[in-house]
């Protein structure tokens, strides 16, 4: 088993930024590819950015060139730095992990969601 802890949101107004983080613990053998979601009230949960194993990125359009996601592979993080945030960034954020633990299959983890409001 391993767990998800998040951090880092909050209450910022337009324009402003946020950095999420995201600790990886318990008994983990490897972690592949690590991303961040978000879900918007009445709205579907939606990939934000992922990156891979080898540090490849991907992001959603609508956040390309604010947003960079980043990794601390010697300690198990993941981090999604938010810049020129706007009023539809508001969103609860779940990280994510394919996370294989110690003589177990590789599972997808999910951290407890944090809540982003961008006023304006």
């Known amino acids: 088993q391993a767990q998800l802890v998040e951090s880092g949101g909050g209450l910022v107004q337009a324009g402003g930024s946020l950095r999420l983080s995201c600790a990886a613990s318990?008994?983990?053998?490897?972690?592949?590819?690590m991303a961040w979601y978000r879900q918007a009230p009445g709205k579907q949960r939606e990939l934000v950015a992922g990156i891979s194993s080898g540090g490849s990125t991907n992001y959603a359009d609508s956040v390309k060139g604010r947003f960079t996601i980043s990794r601390d592979n010697a300690k198990d993080t993941v981090s999604l730095q938010m810049n020129n945030l706007k009023p539809e960034d508001t969103a609860v954020y779940y990280c994510n992990a394919d996370i294989t633990a110690t003589g177990r299959a590789r599972l997808i983890y999910w951290g407890q969601g944090t809540q982003v409001t961008v006023s304006s």
């Open positions: 318990g008994s983990i053998f490897s972690i592949n590819a």
